[in-house]
Nanobody, 124 residues
């Protein structure tokens, strides 16, 4: 079992920044790949980014490349999502998720555990 708790969401103006955090417990953090997904109203939950167990490999959706950065601190059991140059279309509920795989997979079905989500709203 893995428990995930996100924090750091909020309201920000377009062009601004936010940093999301996701604290994990219940399993050795360094053995799990971590990902971030998002879901806007009326849309499917989509992949945003992922980071491998060691942090050596990352993967980004094209829509966030160059603006978002994922990182992890295995000593603190936490994964972060730094979001810069935010756009109104980034508005969504952001979820962190855990996968028992070695790669930074974008495949939603590979993620067995999910957080409750945190709302990010970007105003124009």
């Amino acid at each position: 079992q893995v428990q995930l708790i996100e924090s750091g969401g909020g309201l920000v103006q377009a062009g601004g920044s936010l940093r999301l955090s996701c604290a994990a417990s219940g399993r050795t953090f360094s053995t799990i790949t971590m990902g971030w997904f998002r879901q806007a109203p009326g849309k499917e939950r989509e992949f945003v980014t992922a980071i491998s167990r060691s942090g050596g490999n990352t993967n980004y959706a094209d829509s966030v490349k160059g603006r978002f950065t994922i990182s992890r601190d295995n000593a603190l059991n936490t994964v972060y999502l730094q979001m810069n140059s935010l756009k109104p279309e980034d508005t969504a509920v952001y979820y962190c998720a855990a996968a028992f795989t070695s790669s930074a997979t974008p495949m939603r079905d590979m993620y067995a555990y999910w957080g409750q989500g945190t709302q990010v709203t970007v105003s124009s």
